[in-house]
């Protein structure tokens, strides 16, 4: 899932750096519903069109080496919103510091 978040985001450029930030703010200004994406993964996912399950979230947090409880969803979905941000920065995505590890 890590790849169809990366694809996501910097598709069709990925040679470019990319201010996630901006383009996760048009994104939600033109959703149907508030999204919280800078806080929530769930809103993250719906924001890039990605299955928000709890089971998808719980097969992310596997692909990202989750080592804390998966049967703790809250905890679990800090732990990824902020290790997406990071992996994002890591692939040439500009991310603002307080989003990301």
Known sequence: ???QILQKV???SPAMAVDVEALFNDKADHAMTPLSWRTSIVDLLHLLELDSS???RKAL???LYY???ADSP???NVWLHRQVMTKLAQNGG???PDLKD
């Open 74 to 76: 809250a905890s679990m």
């Open 10 to 12: 910097f598709t069709p």
């Open 94 to 96: 500009k991310v603002p």
């Open 61 to 63: 947090a596997r692909e």
């Open 54 to 56: 709890l089971q998808s």
């Open 1 to 3: 899932m890590l790849n």
């Open 67 to 69: 080592s804390g409880d």
